[in-house]
């Protein structure tokens, strides 16, 4: 039902009293917003909706895409993109490597390449720190392992220091050597043999098997081991933690690099291996 407004009008005139038909009529004249408008009752909307440039408009992937974000994203400029992150608090989001951009965390297979290098390094070095046990317990004769040599150091010291006290001429310089020794600088009789030992012994306590240095950032220092047979190890200072690095080792130097965000200095062990 649509009654006219002006009729409407007329039964709402000062004085006039509507009837129960009349207000039904007025307010059926209208449509409720509970009800849906059908689409045959909007004027224009049909041939609006059937039309071809509104159908190519529906079609289009690209529309308005100058104002919206389209479903893949691909409108959105880099710029674009920081503003979303922005204003959404996900600047720090991880990302993982996609085709032809990195991400900037590890994925879980990394990850877990990263962890059985570490286990297989530690099972290396279980292994070195056993021998050096069995060489530290033995006690065999034939001076082959590192606590023997060290007996014998001590031992023969006090003997090579009272010889070298010996002032003056003494009947060793007459005593010629039997035998030709490679590691010398060719002693040509018993004092002279005496001397060159005495040297060579003083230099071994000087020789360094380990060393501890602590860095706070990837950097590159001396070797004082002197050489490229070392197994490093890095912990954090404080908690004694274990620390993941990458580690190159010449004779001369050492190049450690950090393979993540450090919280506290960290100590790096390296310790002298035989070859």
């Not at 033995?138 to 392992?145: F, G, I, Q, T």
């Not at 098997?209 to 860095?215: L, M």
């Amino acid at each position: 039902m649509n009654t006219p407004l002006d009729t409407i009008f007329s039964w709402f005139e000062t004085g006039d009293f509507p009837t129960e038909t009349q207000f039904k009529e007025t307010f059926s004249s209208f449509y409720h917003k509970d009800y849906p408008i059908p689409i045959e009752n909007i004027q224009g909307l049909e041939e609006i909706v059937s039309s071809e440039a509104f159908q190519a408009h529906l079609k289009d992937s690209k529309a308005h895409s100058k104002y919206l974000a389209l479903l893949n994203a691909s409108n959105l400029t880099s710029t674009d993109i920081n503003s979303w992150k922005s204003k959404l608090g996900i600047s720090n989001v991880a990302t993982i490597d996609s085709s032809d951009q990195l991400g900037n965390v590890y994925t879980k297979l990394q990850a877990d390449g990263f962890v059985n290098v570490l286990k297989d390094a530690d099972k290396d070095l279980a292994q070195e720190i056993g021998k050096i046990k069995e060489i530290l317990l033995s006690n065999d004769l034939s001076l082959d392992e590192l606590q023997e040599i060290v007996d014998f150091i001590k031992k023969s010291r006090e003997d090579i220091e009272t010889l070298k006290a010996i002032s003056g001429e003494t009947s060793e310089d007459k005593v010629k050597l039997l035998f030709d020794y490679d590691l010398l600088n060719s002693p040509k009789n018993q004092q002279e043999f005496n001397q060159q030992i005495y040297d060579k012994v003083l230099l071994i306590p000087q020789t360094p098997t380990s060393a501890i240095v602590q860095i706070t950032e990837s950097t590159v220092f001396p070797n004082t081991l002197e050489t490229e047979n070392v197994i490093i190890q890095a912990r954090d200072s404080v908690t004694g933690k274990k620390i993941n690095v990458d580690d190159y080792a010449t004779n001369q130097i050492i190049e450690i690099n950090m393979v993540g965000n450090i919280d506290n200095p960290i100590n790096i062990l390296i310790l002298k291996v035989k070859p």
